[in-house]
T-cell receptor, first 113, second 110 residues
Framework: GAVVSQHPSRVICKSGTSVKIECRSL??????MFWYRQFPKQSLMLMAT?????????EQGVEKDKFLINHASLTLSTLTVTSAHPEDSSFYIC?????????FGPGTRLLVL | GQQLNQSPQSMFIQEGEDVSMNCTSS?????WLWYKQDPGEGPVLLIA?????ELTSNGRLTAQFGITRKDSFLNISASIPSDVGIYFC??????????FGTGTRLQVFP
């Protein structure tokens, strides 16, 4: 149990476009999901906490207008990178909270050209 | 953002050897977790520790929650090639947020 999926697994986009990444909890309901970003050879850095039915809570330094988070159901949270730039290229990973433990998705690799 | 200090940064060992890595923090945590990440994938939970002083095993893996609640270690015994990957510690306080360590990259040679 406690499986989290992400879609797409990788995406390439042009600078200035927007990209939406989906995070789904497949066999549990997650009132809370988390979005992380991981640059090459670095650790995971929390970007925001996504709460079902309410606004996301963003970490310091993360622009909420650039990284739009929607958590409209107990099994789906989406992260939209708006007006993407090359510096947004990274590995984006989500996690769902199940029985006080976070289970991670397989990640989405974003490359902005 | 905050990160936990994890050491060593990388390890190159021979198959069959034991491995030890640790994680330290300036803050107290209520929960310590150890994850393994393979290239291009998300982290997978290995061991969760909920109580200061707790020693927990999962197969060849053993982890301990430091008595000061500011550190934790992970041991891997009799390493095998599939142990290759990046190991992250993570601390959790009263909120659901996880603070990750800097990672230990493990390479196992046959």
């Amino acid at each position: 149990g406690a499986v989290v999926s992400q879609h797409p697994s990788r995406v390439i986009c042009k600078s200035g476009t927007s990209v939406k990444i989906e995070c789904r909890s497949l066999d549990f309901q997650a009132t809370t999901m988390f979005w992380y970003r991981q640059f090459p050879k670095q650790s995971l850095m929390l970007m925001a906490t996504s709460n079902e039915g309410s606004k996301a809570t963003y970490e310091q330094g993360v622009e909420k207008d650039k990284f739009l988070i929607n958590h409209a159901s107990l099994t789906l949270s989406t992260l939209t990178v708006t007006s993407a730039h090359p510096e947004d290229s990274s590995f984006y990973i989500c996690s769902g909270d199940f029985q006080e433990t976070q289970y991670f998705g397989p990640g989405t690799r974003l490359l902005v050209l | 953002g905050q990160q936990l200090n994890q050491s060593p940064q990388s390890m190159f060992i021979q198959e069959g050897e034991d491995v030890s890595m640790n994680c330290t923090s300036s803050s107290i945590f209520n929960t310590w977790l150890w994850y393994k990440q393979d290239p291009g994938e998300g982290p997978v939970l290995l061991i969760a520790l909920y109580k200061a002083g707790e020693l927990t095993s999962n197969g060849r893996l053993t982890a301990q929650f430091g008595i000061t609640r500011k550190d934790s270690f992970l041991n891997i015994s009799a390493s095998i090639p599939s142990d290759v990957g990046i190991y992250f510690c993570a601390g959790q306080s009263n909120t659901d947020k996880l603070i990750f360590g800097t990672g230990t990259r493990l390479q196992v040679f046959p």
